[in-house]
T-cell receptor
Framework: SQQGEEDPQALSIQEGENATMNCSYKTSINNLQWYRQNSGRGLVHLIL?????REKHSGRLRVTLDTSKKSSSLLITASRAADTASYFC?????????????FGRGTSLIVHP | NAGVTQTPKFQVLKTGQSMTLQCAQD?????MSWYRQDPGMGLRLIHY???????DQGEVPNGYNVSRSTTEDFPLRLLSAAPSQTSVYFC???????????????FGNGTRLTVT
C-alpha cells in the first residue's frame, strides 16, 4: 500500500508560474524523495531529504519537510513547458525492509507555454 | 555508462504464456527492484534484491518470480501470464542496503506488457 499521497492529483499552470505539490505520509520516515516521470519514460530522481532536514534546494526546485505534520512539499519556481511531467514522492522508513522507497500515486503537472 | 537497461520495451502475451523481463545495470549497485505501474495506482513493488543470491517479496509478488545470480542482472519471470498482469514494469537500482545509506533509485525506461 502507498505510504505517501500526493496532492493535488493534477495541476495545470502557465509557463513562468510556480508549481507546488504536496506529499503526506502516515508513519515515521528516514528520508523522503521526489521523482519526475516524463510520458513513456522511467522515473528520474530529483531530491532526497532526510528526516533531520527541513529544506533542500536544487536549481529551481525547493523541497520542504515537516515531520511533525508528516508532510513534504515540492516547489518548482518559474516553471517551463519542459517541466510537464508526473511527480512522485517516495518515503523510506526505518528498520527491516521499510527502508525500501514506497511511492505515492503522483501529481500530473501540465505547464502551458 | 548505460545505467539501467530493460528489455524488451514492448511485449504482447496470450493468457497462460510465460516470459522473462530482463533488467541489467552497470553501476555496481547492490540493490535492485521491480515495480509495476498501473493507471491511478502509482508504483507498486513486486520483488527486490539487496545483493547477489538474495531476493525478497514486495507488495504484489504473486504471479512473479525473480532470481539474482549476478550483481548486474535481475530478471523478472511471469510463469503463466494473466490479463491482470497487463501493466508497465520498471526495474530500479541503487547503492542502498540500509536506511542509514539511503541513495536515489535509478530507473530503466520500462517494459509495456499486454496480456490478452
Amino acid at each position: 500500500s502507498q505510504q505517501g499521497e500526493e496532492d493535488p492529483q493534477a495541476l495545470s499552470i502557465q509557463e513562468g508560474e510556480n508549481a507546488t505539490m504536496n506529499c503526506s505520509y502516515k508513519t515515521s520516515i528516514n528520508n523522503l524523495q521526489w521523482y519526475r516521470q516524463n510520458s513513456g519514460r522511467g522515473l528520474v530522481h530529483l531530491i532526497l531529504i532526510r528526516s533531520n532536514e527541513r529544506e533542500k534546494h536544487s536549481g529551481r526546485l525547493r523541497v520542504t519537510l515537516d515531520t511533525s505534520k508528516k508532510s513534504s512539499s515540492l516547489l518548482i519556481t518559474a516553471s517551463r513547458a519542459a517541466d510537464t511531467a508526473s511527480y512522485f514522492c517516495a518515503t523510506a522508513g526505518l528498520g527491516g525492509g521499510s527502508y525500501i522507497p514506497t511511492f505515492g500515486r503522483g501529481t500530473s503537472l501540465i505547464v502551458h507555454p | 555508462n548505460a545505467g539501467v537497461t530493460q528489455t524488451p520495451k514492448f511485449q504482447v502475451l496470450k493468457t497462460g504464456q510465460s516470459m522473462t523481463l530482463q533488467c541489467a545495470q552497470d553501476m555496481n549497485h547492490e540493490y535492485m527492484s521491480w515495480y509495476r505501474q498501473d493507471p491511478g495506482m502509482g508504483l507498486r513493488l513486486i520483488h527486490y534484491s539487496v545483493g547477489a543470491g538474495i531476493t525478497d517479496q514486495g507488495e504484489v509478488p504473486n504471479g512473479y518470480n525473480v532470481s539474482r545470480s549476478t550483481t548486474e542482472d535481475f530478471p523478472l519471470r511471469l510463469l503463466s501470464a494473466a490479463p491482470s498482469q497487463t501493466s508497465v514494469y520498471f526495474c530500479a537500482s541503487s547503492h542502498t542496503r540500509s536506511p542509514e545509506a539511503s541513495s536515489p533509485l535509478h530507473f530503466g525506461n520500462g517494459t509495456r506488457l499486454t496480456v490478452t
